[in-house]
């Protein structure tokens, strides 16, 4: 099945710079990447996500690259901000997502800490 | 956006009590709904799928008897946890596909604690 590996664990990095994680997948089938943040005691929100057949999305501060051929995405953050210090999970979906038994697959999570 | 909801928000029972999860999605209809575990600075790992109208499947190492899930209509799901003990706490999520077909949308989440 699908596995998904997410670097790095943890992730400290100063008020107004970039941030980068990256996963790495294993089913060449899996066709959607969502990525969620999590804060402390509360529920996953979904951020950006990515299809298979695009390469990169972008909304404001926050983009996504996909290679496919790599089986690899990443996380960009720019010019972060203290309220971006959260948990981090990258998802991939296997094949059929679209059907009736689609599944994610996280990884483990980076936790992201921002410095004023 | 799709709103799910969640309850209880947090229980704390006694060793060998039954513990009953509610989750509904409140302004959309979710024919599949997916229950996650979390253990503290842990990611979300999936127990089980849950389909309208039909028996939910688990993942491996998930006690379908202990886990009981019923997903009975397009906007409930329930998660039983039998005879709960102090192993299965842990924080409970539930998720539910919206209405673009591959998008999760997570409840609140459960805090169980058994004593």
């Known amino acids: 099945g699908e596995n998904v590996e997410q670097h790095p664990s943890t992730l400290s990095v100063q008020e107004g710079d970039s941030a980068v994680i990256k996963c790495t997948y294993s089913d060449s089938a899996s066709n959607y990447f969502p990525w969620y943040k999590q804060e402390l005691g509360k529920r996953p929100q979904l951020i950006i996500d990515?299809?298979?057949?695009?390469g990169e999305k972008k909304d404001q501060r926050i983009a996504v690259t996909l290679n496919k051929t790599a089986k690899h995405f990443s996380l960009h953050i720019t010019e972060t901000q203290p309220e971006d210090s959260a948990v981090y999970f990258c998802?991939?979906?296997?094949?059929?997502?679209?059907?009736?038994?689609?599944?994610?697959?996280f990884g483990k999570g980076t936790k992201l800490s921002v410095k004023p | 956006g799709a709103v799910v909801s969640q309850h209880p928000s947090r229980v704390i029972c006694k060793s060998g009590t039954s513990v009953k999860i509610e989750c509904r999605s409140l302004d959309f209809q979710a024919t599949t709904m997916f229950w996650y575990r979390q253990f503290p600075k842990k990611s979300l790992m999936l127990m089980a799928t849950s389909n309208e109208g039909s028996k939910a499947t688990y993942e491996q190492g998930v006690e379908k008897d202990k886990f009981l899930i019923n997903h009975a209509s397009l906007t409930l799901s329930t998660l039983t946890v039998t005879s709960a003990h102090p192993e299965d706490s842990s924080f409970y999520i539930c998720s539910a596909r919206g209405r673009r077909p591959e998008t999760q949308y997570f409840g609140p989440g459960t805090r169980l604690l058994v004593l």
């Open positions: 998802a991939a979906s296997p094949q059929n997502y679209g059907g009736s038994q689609g599944n994610l697959i």
């Open positions: 990515i299809r298979s057949n695009v």
